[in-house]
């Protein structure tokens, strides 16, 4: 079945500096991959998505490119900011049948001042 | 635009009294919808989704039970809840494409099980 691998957290930087979040799937067929954001007490929020190979999904500052050679999708952001702690979830989504989803486990990133 | 609206937004209920969660999103007809379970400081586990009215499937044997009695209603239910079943519950949508598109959450609800 599929499978999405998350970096385990939290992940603690100070501000300004460089993120990274490491991802990466198993998947039969050509998935569409997605980042969600979670902020505390909050639904999931879509943050960015790539749908083939070598797509780069940008959003906010944040950027993953879609790596089919690799199976991976880590998620980067050259300046970090308070705001952006929250959880972050990796997820793919099939593309034929019912399309499910299938998320990492998240990884809590913290900022500090 | 499209809208999900999930309710209650916190819950608190006693071992062995039913459970009745509510999900409708507007501005979209015939979506794919969703029910997940996020246990304390875990990922997200799907429990149930709906491709078209009265369809459903299951993700995980237990004791919750899912409903779509409207194209855009989505109920979660239980009969007689349990400690386990205490987590956050969110609700989602996707139309039902190529598989392209994303999902939309709702805000969640928080049920604690006393």
């Known amino acids: 079945g599929n499978s999405v691998t998350q970096m385990e957290g939290p992940v603690t930087l100070s501000e300004e500096a460089f993120l990274t979040i490491n991802c990466t799937y198993t998947?039969?067929?050509?998935?569409?991959l997605f980042w969600y954001v979670q902020y505390p007490g909050e639904g999931l929020q879509l943050l960015l998505k790539a749908t083939k190979a070598d797509d780069k999904g940008s959003n906010k500052g944040f950027e993953a490119t879609y790596r089919k050679e690799t199976t991976s999708f880590h998620l980067e952001k050259g300046s970090v900011q308070v705001s952006d702690s929250a959880v972050y979830f990796c997820a793919l989504k099939e593309t034929g049948g019912y399309q499910k989803v299938t998320f990492g486990t998240g990884t809590k990133l913290q900022v500090i001042p | 635009s499209q809208t999900i609206h999930q309710w209650p937004a916190t819950l608190v209920q006693p071992v062995g009294s039913p459970l009745s969660l509510e999900c409708t999103v507007e501005?979209?007809?015939?979506?794919?919808l969703y029910w997940y379970r996020q246990a304390a400081g875990r990922g997200l586990q799907l429990l149930f989704y709906s491709v078209g009215i009265g369809q459903i499937s299951s993700e995980v044997p237990q004791n919750l039970s899912a409903s779509r009695p409207q194209d855009r209603q989505f109920i979660l239910s239980s009969k007689k809840l349990l400690l386990s079943d205490s987590g956050f519950y969110l609700c989602a949508w996707s139309v039902g494409d190529r598989g392209i598109q994303p999902q939309h959450f709702g805000d969640g609800t928080r049920l604690s099980i006393l």
């Open positions: 501005g979209t007809s015939n979506p794919n």
């Open positions: 998947a039969t067929g050509y998935p569409s």
